[in-house]
């Protein structure tokens, strides 16, 4: 049974997804910290822009962060709050 957040509607239809396999870019925000990880393998679904990512990628990408490895490089990016 599938349970969808409230207020969501969902389009169901027995046609396949069309997977594709892609690089992409990964982001994680922990701990008040922005991690960003380019060049990810990921399967996405050509409709949705949706990112799946094997166990042994996400294995990786825990890796990654946890271990404080050393980055290629750093960025500085703007942050803004959404006020409505």
């Given at each position: 049974m599938m349970t969808l957040p409230q207020g969501?509607?969902?389009?169901?239809?027995n046609e396949p997804e069309t997977l594709v396999e892609k690089q992409v870019t990964y982001t994680l925000q922990l701990n008040g910290q922005l991690?960003?990880?380019?060049?990810?393998?990921a399967r996405v679904n050509?409709?949705?822009?949706?990112?799946?990512f094997s166990p042994s990628i996400v294995e990786h990408l825990q890796q990654i962060i946890l271990t404080g490895q050393e980055p290629?490089?750093?960025a500085e990016v703007p942050v803004y709050h959404y006020v409505a």
């Open positions: 969501e509607a969902a389009m169901m239809s991690f960003v990880i380019e060049n990810v393998p050509e409709e949705t822009g949706e990112q799946f290629d490089r750093f």
